[in-house]
Structure formats: structure tokens, C-alpha cells
């Protein structure tokens, strides 16, 4: 059977080693608490991509609830900085793709719309896969549009993976326009009564002002067809880029109605400290990360599960 929080535990194995070993470290170093435990847990978070302004919010939590408690022993710390990394990465939890019931204007059921966005190279095509399985294996009719149609190789990567995750998709010429095969998309996807559309967009064009023209276009599109269309836009950024990933975040949340994340390539970085930032600093929900490259390696984001395989044990409650 496969287990999927084994499988984070050992995605998270470069990120554990440079954030979870590191701070672990630090603690065997002192007994008595002083200013200067905290300044080395502040390099070495800092040191694991966790970024300055979070690093300080958490180790401001943990200075608080040290002096509260009345810990004076470095070897109490670790359970409460473990508490308050579960705490913060609550924040970016949000419910999952498929959870609202959209209906047509006769008030009949209509297909769950979303769109996946995000810059060229970040895991988007596989991310649309791996999501595709897993909605497929729970009995639903997933429809694919593959919306970029400016790289050659996007339609047919997209179309490998369709064919591995048993949905339909639908596709155009390369050059076409993308809402065009957005709207097709959710024709198909009305008429064969799916649950799920998801369209897959470009993730670089002529200039950033055009890329993001054209995928508030693709959203007109389908908000015209389809009234609340979409339901969801899923920001998909890769781990092993750390803050630029917060960057990133910020850019296309400027235009566009970014309603969760994706994290993919936990596996091969030691910058997963990054989701903390991510939760802490954008108030938008991690939906899933990415855990390794087959089509079963897409995990929904649990703060309690991510912090027990950071820190190498096991989910409690």
C-alpha cells in the first residue's frame, strides 16, 4: 500500500537536514536559555529558506511562549517550536479542489473549473497529471484543457499525462488561441457531464504583461460561459527556487485571483523551509505539495502531517 506520509517524510529529508538537524544542533548546544540560542536559530532558519520576517515572527512566538511556560532548559524548546511551525503553516490550509457543487443557470449540476498557473518549469504539467489521478480514482470525470498552446511540447507532455491518468482532454494547434481552448474545453466538460475542468495555461509569453493579459482573458472566458467560473486558480510554485517562490506569488497575486498554492520538488531541495514563508507572508492556502515524480506523489497539504515529517516523527491527535 502506498503511504504517502512516509513517501513526505523522505521528500522532506534535505529540508530536514538543514532546517529539523540544524536547530536540533543549536539546542544540544546550550542548557540555560539566553538571547544567543536564539540567534543561532535565527541563522540557521534563515540559513534553510525560511525567510527573515517569518524567522522573526516565529522566533518572537517562541521567545513568548519559553518565557510563559517558564522553560529555562534549551532541551524543552524543540516541542514548542514544533507547535508553533504547526500553528503557522495552519494558516495556509484551504479546502480541496473539488469540495463546492457549481451549478448551471437550470440550477443542474455543472463541472468544478480550475485553472493552473505559474511560470514555465515549475512541475505544472505533472502537477495537472497527479491531479487528474487522484480525482479520477475517486470516481470523477475529469476533463483537461490544454490552454498552452504557445510551447509545441505543452499539448502533447499534457496529453501523456491524460492518457496515464485515464481523463479526457482537450487541445488545440500550437499557436491557437488559449481562451479559445479554455472555452472548448468547458463545452466538453458541460456536454459529457464532468465534475472537474482543469486548464492549463502558459507560463511565459512575449512580456509578464502579456502572459497575464491572457490568462485574466481565459477566466472571462469561462466566468461568461460558465456564471462563477472559475472556481478555483492554483498557483504552482517550485520549492527548490525558496523565496523566489515568494516572489513569484506576489507577481501573478497582483493580477490575478490566486485562490491556492501547489509546492512542488520538496524532494530535491533543502529550501522547504520555504512553505513557511509562504504560509506566513501571502494568506493564501497551500492546497498540495509535490513529493517525488510518479503520478501518485501529489500529497494534500496537512500543516500537523508536514511538521511531523519535518521534525521526523509521527502525526499525533
Known amino acids: 500500500m502506498f503511504d504517502l506520509f512516509k513517501k513526505l517524510k523522505e521528500s522532506l529529508t534535505r529540508t530536514r537536514e538543514s532546517l529539523t538537524e540544524g536547530v536540533r544542533s543549536v539546542l544540544a548546544g546550550f542548557r540555560p536559555i539566553d538571547e544567543s540560542l536564539f540567534e543561532d536559530l535565527e541563522e540557521v532558519m534563515i540559513g534553510a529558506d525560511v ?19 517558564g522553560v529555562r532548559d534549551s532541551s524543552g524548546v524543540e516541542a514548542i517550536l514544533r507547535e508553533e511551525i504547526t500553528s503557522m503553516l495552519s494558516s495556509g490550509v484551504g479546502p480541496g479542489v473539488t469540495d463546492a457543487s457549481p451549478r448551471r443557470p437550470d440550477g443542474s449540476p455543472a463541472p468544478r473549473v480550475v485553472i493552473v498557473i505559474g511560470v514555465n518549469g515549475v512541475g505544472k504539467t505533472t502537477t495537472i497529471g497527479k491531479l487528474a489521478w487522484r480525482e479520477a480514482g475517486k470516481k470523477r470525470k475529469v476533463v483537461i484543457a490544454a490552454s498552452d498552446t504557445f510551447r509545441a511540447a505543452a499539448s502533447e507532455q499534457l496529453g501523456i499525462w491524460a492518457e496515464r491518468a485515464g481523463v479526457d482532454i482537450v ?79 506576489r507577481e501573478f497575486g497582483k493580477t490575478l485571483g490566486v485562490t491556492g498554492l501547489v509546492l512542488t520538488k520538496l524532494d530535491g531541495t533543502a529550501k522547504g523551509g520555504v512553505v513557511l514563508a509562504i504560509a506566513d507572508q501571502l494568506g493564501l492556502p497551500v492546497r498540495w505539495v509535490g513529493v517525488g515524480e510518479t503520478i501518485e506523489d501529489l500529497a494534500e497539504f496537512d500543516p500537523a502531517q508536514f511538521a511531523a515529517a519535518l521534525f521526523d516523527s509521527e502525526t499525533t491527535g
Open 171 to 249: 487541445r488545440s494547434s500550437h499557436g491557437a488561441d488559449p481562451a479559445a481552448v479554455a472555452f472548448d474545453g468547458l463545452s466538453a466538460a458541460l456536454s459529457r457531464r464532468a465534475d472537474l475542468l482543469i486548464v492549463d495555461t502558459a507560463g511565459r509569453l512575449q512580456t509578464k504583461h502579456h502572459l497575464m493579459d491572457e490568462l485574466k482573458k481565459i477566466g472571462r472566458v469561462l466566468a461568461g460561459q460558465l456564471p462563477g467560473a472559475p472556481h478555483e486558480v492554483l498557483l504552482v510554485l517550485d520549492a527548490s527556487t525558496g523565496q523566489n517562490a515568494v516572489i513569484q506569488a
Open 51 to 69: 525567510g527573515v520576517a517569518t524567522t522573526e515572527k516565529l522566533l518572537d512566538r517562541l521567545r513568548q511562549r519559553v518565557k510563559s511556560a
